[in-house]
């Protein structure tokens, strides 16, 4: 019998009806390949573990789910990491949004073996140094947030990632009006000392 984690169970339960099959039928399939998995809740969606080391993911969003294999890039099937490359797949098989997304049960299995080896062998995901770049902030976003002492004490009290996040945000807008508007929501959230992103932060 597989050994199967409530959380898991939980999160199957929350997911988009269309989601709830896919899950289901994709764990099935990992236990059926590596029945020694484990089954863990980490970044909010469902891991399985093999050897104490992560083999494989799955998660579900609002119109798709994706699955990823922890050591995906060293992986035979160049297929995978192809899918991973892309904007939109979030995952090694793609975006899937029904059961027919999916590879065979043959070839799903086929993946779950290579990887439950990887993991055998202890073969590790190399890891590239971090480059750490210096943020340039460009000297329009600082004249602006000096127009507002409120806005500019507190980005001088921010850490480098929330300055960055602000900087993105603003540098990414497409048309000079959607920078201008931007600019005049960052002063307003900037003034009541709040990040860009403290919508979707918890609240203590």
């Known amino acids: 019998m597989p050994i199967i984690n409530k959380k898991v169970d939980d999160y199957i339960a929350k997911a988009q009806?269309?989601?709830?099959?896919?899950?289901?039928h994709v764990r099935a399939l990992v236990h059926k390949a590596c029945p020694d998995t484990e089954e863990k809740i980490k970044w909010g969606f469902p891991h399985f573990d093999y050897k104490g080391e992560m083999m494989c993911s799955v998660a579900a969003f609002k119109q798709h789910?994706?699955?990823?294999?922890?050591?995906?890039?060293?992986?035979?099937?160049?297929a995978l990491m192809e899918n991973a490359k892309t904007?939109?797949?979030?995952?090694?098989?793609?975006?899937?949004?029904?059961?027919?997304?999916?590879?065979?049960?043959?070839?799903?299995?086929?993946?779950?073996?290579?990887?439950m080896k990887l993991n055998d062998e202890g073969i590790k995901v190399e890891k590239k140094p971090i480059v750490k770049k210096e943020l340039v902030i460009p000297e329009y976003i600082i004249k602006s947030i000096k127009k507002n002492?409120?806005?500019?004490?507190t980005f001088e009290n921010f850490p480098p990632s929330h300055k960055k996040e602000y900087t993105q945000w603003i540098e990414e807008a497409k048309t000079e009006a959607t920078k201008?508007?931007?600019i005049e929501q960052m002063i307003e959230w900037l003034a009541e000392g709040k990040p860009r992103n403290w919508k979707y932060m918890q609240k203590k």
């Open 65 to 78: 789910c994706s699955f990823s294999f922890w050591k995906g890039a060293l992986m035979s099937d160049p």
């Open 87 to 115: 904007e939109t797949a979030m995952g090694h098989l793609g975006k899937i949004s029904s059961l027919k997304d999916l590879p065979s049960d043959k070839k799903f299995i086929a993946y779950i073996k290579e990887a």
């Open 149 to 153: 002492k409120a806005a500019l004490t």
């Open 180 to 182: 201008e508007k931007r």
């Open 17 to 24: 009806p269309f989601a709830q099959p896919i899950l289901k």
